[in-house]
């Protein structure tokens, strides 16, 4: 403890370097656990989109293509699917619901889904939480619609209030229907989630738009406008749909309701399991994530670097400091821990430092975060792989410190009391 008493001694006779080296530590302990904060909470917001889905099955393609298109809204799907395909399927004795959703149209950039109450009444998102309304209820019309909470709260809509769909995705869109203007019936509480990004209107209210169009103009950007022209309609039932979502009586039967799917014949369909696609999507990105964490590291080994410069520029001043030391009886080895334990008490500041940094951050950001990205950065206690990092921090520290300390460990009484000219 006497050793640990003069580090910090020493170290407050130091303030002006020895504040900097803690400033560029705590900034890089900021970064490292910053990454890794956002890197956790990024999946845990892409498990949480979809809990209470078994199967998601859509037209042929691959399984995380599938799922970004028919969740998160981040690509095109590749075709779709016939009604009566989603007929054939929702009969099968091992299906308990099936949700169809409809793809390729907007509202000012937010995506619009065309579905049944069935998605209301099914869909869930993050611990099995159902879906609730903030104001008013599920459109009982082929004209009605119900806004996400991040769709309202953008644009200003409130229930009762008119909103016109466009044919496209995305920021691009080509075709304006306000022949058919959709009546707002009621706006989600927030979930963090996509659908908090999603205008959510009847199929028969997409087969309605679709129906008048001529597939000229479509420019190969939406199936749907092809069937609703070519096709004979049928009320009350659109002619295809982008996907389904599948809920099973029994959750051993996924992989022989999956074999099923993807063995249909009356044309070729995907299923995937949500958390398997999940798995291949963070395969997928897991590089970058690696790639991000090397440059955190390395952030923090310059942080740690500058540390050792600022001790290794100070020795030759710090000489007769030492000398007096062994003068009045500190052995070698105490001169050694005094080095390393200042190193220790510069990193162990620089740490907690990093730590409130990133605590102010997170609360500072949070609401900007959520509102612009639907991200909600958990404000929780460290886990255990980030003290684990911590760990490593601070045990790197106390090593660099062992490359000064024993500088000053050769160093003779003799040598520090000499003057030198």
């Not at 560029?24 to 979809?50: D, H, K, M, P, Y």
């Not at 990133?358 to 886990?383: C, N």
Request: charged residues 15%; glycine residues 10%.
């Amino acid at each position: 403890m006497a050793i640990l008493s003069l580090a910090i001694k020493s170290l407050r006779n130091r303030k002006v370097t020895v504040g900097l080296t803690i400033v560029s530590i705590a900034l890089s302990v900021t970064l490292l656990l910053g990454v890794e904060r956002i890197r956790r909470e990024a999946q845990t917001s892409f498990t949480n989109t979809i809990s209470g889905t078994d199967l998601i099955v859509g037209a042929r393609t691959g399984p995380v293509q599938l799922l970004l298109s028919s969740v998160f809204g981040l690509s095109d799907a590749t075709n779709n699917i016939e009604w009566e395909s989603y007929e054939a399927l929702s009969a099968h004795p091992g299906i308990a619901w099936a949700i169809p959703i409809s793809l390729g149209d907007t509202h000012l950039g937010y995506r619009v889904l065309g579905t049944t109450r069935a998605y209301f009444d099914h869909f869930r998102y993050g611990h099995r939480q159902a879906l609730q309304m903030q104001a008013g209820g599920w459109f009982a019309s082929e004209d009605g619609a119900v806004l996400g909470a991040e769709v309202a709260e953008k644009l200003g809509n409130r229930v009762g209030a008119d909103i016109v769909v466009t044919h496209g995705s995305g920021d691009v869109s080509f075709i304006k229907h306000d022949t058919h203007p959709f009546q707002v019936a009621g706006i989600l509480v927030r979930t963090g989630t996509p659908v908090d990004r999603t205008v959510f209107v009847s199929l028969a209210g997409i087969d309605a738009i679709h129906a008048g169009m001529d597939p000229a103009d479509d420019h190969g950007h939406d199936p749907l406008t092809a069937h609703a022209v070519s096709s004979p309609h049928h009320e009350d039932e659109p002619e295809a749909i982008t996907a389904i979502y599948i809920g099973l009586k029994s959750r051993s039967a996924a992989l022989s309701v999956q074999r099923t799917v993807n063995e249909y014949k009356g044309e070729p369909l995907s299923a995937i399991l949500p958390a398997v696609a999940l798995q291949e999507l963070w395969a997928i990105i897991s590089v970058v994530e690696k790639a991000l964490l090397a440059v955190s590291g390395f952030v923090v080994l310059v942080g740690l670097s500058g540390m050792l410069v600022a001790i290794m520029t100070g020795l030759n001043e710090r000489r007769r400091e030492m000398a007096i030391l062994r003068s009045v009886g500190a052995r070698p080895l105490h001169v050694f821990s005094l080095i390393v334990g200042e190193a220790g008490v510069v990193t162990l500041i620089g740490i907690i430092a990093g730590i409130a940094s990133l605590y102010g951050l997170l609360i500072a950001a949070q609401p900007l975060i959520a509102s612009q990205l639907s991200l909600f950065l958990g404000i929780t206690g460290l886990s255990g792989y980030e003290l684990i990092l911590m760990g490593i921090v601070c045990a790197a520290g106390l090593v660099i410190g062992i490359i000064p300390g024993y500088q000053v460990y050769k160093y003779s009484l003799a040598d520090g009391m000499t003057v030198r000219v």
